[in-house]
């Protein structure tokens, strides 16, 4: 005689299992494409990576030994943390013009637009355009010229370089904070608006009693977003603006990681910085977390 | 709900675990390897086993026949059924002119072996060395490939990823080209050039005579040569285009004019690599003084161009000199069809090695790869190329002078090509001295050094060695095996 499942295990089985068991193939697909290479990453690490016919020699903290005494993984860190610089600048900009925008100023829908607009056009294509701008003897120096200005070698001087990234990145940056910002104020009801401007707030107080108040989650979203561009995608700035130079000082952990493993080719030294990198970013979504949670605890 | 909640995430975790260990175990064939001695001492007999210090593997071994090895333009291709080699390198990048010379090539050697198909493929030059490394990383991809010579070659034999010319040439066809000097180890030659660059000073004549100089009369003393940079200058002229940006300006300007000025020998460089200490050596740092007296005759924006565009700024008309770079034959055929009065000359020596008063050459040309089941076609191929009338329709094509014996120089068609000739056979051979090099001397030294010095922020050249100095100690200690390889390397 068959053996009846007892109606609690069957209801265990139709809950609790069956959903995993149909979601197990894509979720093996997504560990397979995430997971690995994480695992790969960690190994190389590890590792002085030979090649299809070298065998890899396992050699402990080496690599990160190497790189945590490298002046230039250090200086391609403290860079990161220049540009750091970028997220409160983009905060304040993007809640500034996001205010005004919301203000329905005349024309605020093609400025709208033109905010925008940066953000969506690619960043080699930036950074080149912004490379030539640049230059010694480019348009932004003729420019300051015919006006009696002499400008400085944006790109090519090492305590310039950085600092005319960093503009470029805020321009490039900033369209999505107003974007951000705009959204959520369009989705904050009126009547707030309204109370205050009946209680006789002007536009300072409105933006600091209600406007703030009300973008604190979108600016917490925005400014973890930032940060986590700031550290781990700027890649693409550099790689075509400046390649790093001059003479490394425009070096990111990024970069630093792409020269040590595909110009270096010391494939686990390159691994040991990008498990550093990815150390910070980590700490940096879970703070975004607990930010987030605390946030909303206390019910802002 | 605990319960189930705790199988749930005991589930999951089985799953990550399971997965962990597939990945675990797929990444795994590295260390399944047999232990890698070091190389190339003694290299990881790996399948199969790199090529210098182990038998060729069974594949690719020469087939001997009567009278010949059997291999290159000996191999009976016709025989090998049907082939389809893949060839990928960087086309007009490196050379323009040369892939309408290629496909030519192709069209031939497959009407010629209706069983054999060609792929080419190009890369660019910025990401050719992943490519490679990649490649190797996964025993998949090209039969055959570009390559320059030196390290950058040597890096994939030493990886065992390549196999040397004597594996898939007939003897007849290694003796044709003398200029496999750079890629020499082990007594083994892993690049087979096809076409060498050389690397004079070009003037822009009439600036020289606009400034008051004479034209006819290069200077011949390094004091007569900064003498007339800043007679030069003095006219309002810029003197010497260079574009640091990308830091090839710098790697050219070093490797092709200045560093070789103390050497006698490739032996020397690769010494000091490995051992030797680039702050004191005395002809390093006599090259950098001289690096640092040419500063002020430079474009002052070097920094904020790329190496195309400083050169740009000599074919405009607007500086003097420019130094030669790879593809300077079709830079001077361009000016010259433009109406510029174009002349050559050598950069005057400063120092008393072999190398001071040679020009400059390197040759460039292909490898077969390991991995390839088609060597031996690959191998003919290579050798088809270098055909005599081959040879000259390369010439032709893209102005750059054939590697090979089998082209006759005699045939160099402009003035400016048979001076640089004339040059080459004059005081014999000099190569690109970063070839003998780690590519990280070059990214974070020679480029990083000369951007300094533009921006103002290196002192002298002793600060600049310094930065050598500093790049090579690193690299020592993360590449222990190169530095083996580079002493194996001594000698070849």
Same mark, same amino acid.
């Given at each position: 005689m068959p053996r009846i499942p007892h109606p609690a295990h069957r209801d265990f089985m139709r809950l609790r299992i069956q959903p995993w068991l149909f979601c197990a193939p894509l979720l093996v697909g997504v560990a397979l494409v995430f997971l690995w290479p994480l695992v790969s990453l960690f190994r190389y690490s590890f590792q002085r990576v030979g090649s299809g016919y070298i065998a890899s020699e396992f050699v402990g903290f080496d690599n990160f030994r190497f790189i945590y005494k490298d002046p230039l993984f250090w200086k391609a860190i403290a860079n990161n943390g220049t540009l750091l610089l970028c997220v409160p600048i983009l905060i304040a900009l993007s809640t500034i013009l996001a205010t005004l925008l919301f203000d329905r100023v005349r024309g605020w829908r093609a400025y709208r637009t033109f905010v925008f607009l940066p953000y969506i056009v690619s960043i080699p294509v930036v950074g080149i355009v912004f490379g030539y701008l640049f230059q010694k003897n480019g348009l932004v120096n003729s420019a300051l010229g015919s006006i009696g200005i002499t400008g400085p070698d944006w790109l090519g001087s090492s305590s310039w370089a950085i600092w005319t990234i960093m503009a470029v990145i805020v321009w490039k940056e900033l369209g999505f904070g107003v974007m951000v910002f705009l959204a959520r104020l369009i989705s904050v009801p009126e009547d707030l608006f309204e109370a205050a401007r009946i209680d006789g707030a002007g536009w300072w107080s409105r933006l600091r009693h209600v406007v703030l108040p009300q973008l604190a989650p979108a600016i917490l979203f925005y400014a973890i977003v930032e940060t986590i561009t700031m550290l781990s995608w700027v890649f693409a700035y550099i790689y075509v603006m400046t390649a790093g130079g001059p003479g490394n000082s425009t070096v990111v952990s990024e970069y630093y990681i792409y020269q040590q493993t595909f110009q270096n080719t010391v494939i686990g030294i390159g691994a040991a910085a990008a498990v550093t990198l990815l150390a910070f970013v980590s700490v940096l979504i879970l703070a975004r977390i607990w930010l987030t949670r605390r946030v909303e605890a206390l019910g802002v | 709900m605990k319960g189930t909640r705790r199988l749930a995430i005991a589930a999951a975790l089985a799953l990550l675990t399971v997965l962990l260990a597939v990945a675990a175990a797929c990444g795994g064939s590295e260390e399944a390897a047999p232990p890698a001695a070091e190389p190339p001492?003694?290299?990881?007999?790996?399948?199969?086993? +790199?090529?210098?210090? &182990? $038998?060729?593997?069974? $594949?690719?071994? +020469?087939?001997? %026949?009567? /009278?010949? &090895?059997?291999? /290159?333009?000996?191999?009976?291709?016709? &025989?090998?059924? =049907? @082939?389809?080699?893949?060839?990928?390198?960087? /086309?007009?990048?490196?050379?323009?002119?040369?892939?309408?010379?290629? =496909?030519?090539?192709?069209?031939?050697?497959? *009407? $010629? #072996?209706?069983? @054999? %198909?060609?792929?080419? !493929?190009? #890369?660019?030059?910025? !990401?050719?060395?992943? !490519?490679?490394? !990649?490649?190797?990383?996964?025993? %998949?991809?090209?039969?055959?490939? #570009?390559?320059? &010579?030196? *390290?950058?070659?040597?890096?994939?034999?030493?990886?065992?990823? %390549?196999?040397?010319?004597? $594996? @898939?040439?007939?003897?007849? =066809?290694?003796?044709?080209?003398?200029? @496999?000097?750079?890629t020499i180890w082990d007594g083994k030659g892993w690049v087979l050039p096809l076409y060498r660059f050389v690397y004079p000073i070009v003037v822009n004549l009439d600036l020289i005579e606009q400034a008051g100089l004479d034209p006819n009369t290069p200077p011949a003393t390094w004091e007569e040569w900064t003498a007339a940079l800043a007679e030069i200058k003095a006219a309002g002229i810029t003197p010497i285009a260079l574009g640091l940006k990308d830091g090839f300006g710098g790697e050219i300007a070093a490797a092709g004019q200045l560093e070789k000025q103390w050497v006698n020998q490739p032996d020397d460089i690769k010494q000091l690599v490995i051992d030797g200490d680039f702050s004191t050596d005395p002809g390093w740092n006599a090259w950098l003084e001289k690096m640092f007296e040419l500063q002020p005759y430079f474009n002052d924006d070097a920094n904020s161009l790329t190496f195309a565009e400083g050169l740009a700024l000599w074919q405009n008309g607007e500086t003097a000199m420019v130094f030669g770079a790879p593809g300077v034959q079709s830079v001077i055929k361009a000016a010259q069809d433009a109406g510029v009065n174009v002349g050559l000359m050598r950069m005057p020596p400063f120092d008393d090695g072999e190398w001071a008063e040679s020009l400059v050459q390197t040759g460039q040309g292909f490898q077969v790869t390991q991995w390839s089941e088609n060597k031996e076609v690959a191998g003919a191929f290579m050798a088809f190329l270098q055909e005599p009338e081959n040879a000259a329709a390369l010439y032709e094509a893209t102005g750059n002078f054939p590697a090979t014996s089998n082209w006759d120089p005699a045939s160099a068609s402009s003035p400016t090509d048979q001076q640089m000739l004339e040059w080459l056979g004059e005081k014999g051979d000099a190569y690109w001295a970063a070839n003998y090099t780690p590519v990280d001397l070059d990214v974070n030294g020679t480029f990083v050094v000369f951007q300094k010095m533009m921006a103002g922020e290196l002192a002298d050249a002793a600060a600049a060695a310094q930065v050598y100095q500093d790049v090579i100690e690193k690299w020592r200690e993360a590449n222990p095996g190169t530095v083996e390889n580079f002493q194996s390397w001594l000698g070849s």
């Open positions: - | 001492a003694e290299p990881a007999p790996a399948e199969p086993p +790199p090529p210098a210090e &182990s $038998e060729p593997a069974a $594949e690719s071994e +020469p087939a001997e %026949t009567a /009278g010949g &090895s059997g291999l /290159g333009s000996e191999f009976d291709v016709a &025989s090998a059924g =049907d @082939v389809n080699l893949k060839l990928w390198w960087l /086309g007009d990048l490196e050379a323009p002119g040369i892939e309408a010379w290629m =496909d030519q090539m192709i069209q031939d050697f497959q *009407t $010629e #072996y209706p069983n @054999v %198909t060609i792929e080419a !493929t190009t #890369y660019d030059t910025n !990401t050719w060395i992943q !490519t490679q490394q !990649t490649a190797c990383q996964s025993k %998949t991809g090209a039969d055959l490939w #570009y390559n320059w &010579s030196g *390290t950058w070659s040597l890096e994939l034999a030493w990886k065992g990823c %390549t196999v040397p010319n004597e $594996e @898939v040439l007939a003897p007849a =066809d290694i003796e044709a080209n003398a200029n @496999v000097q750079e």
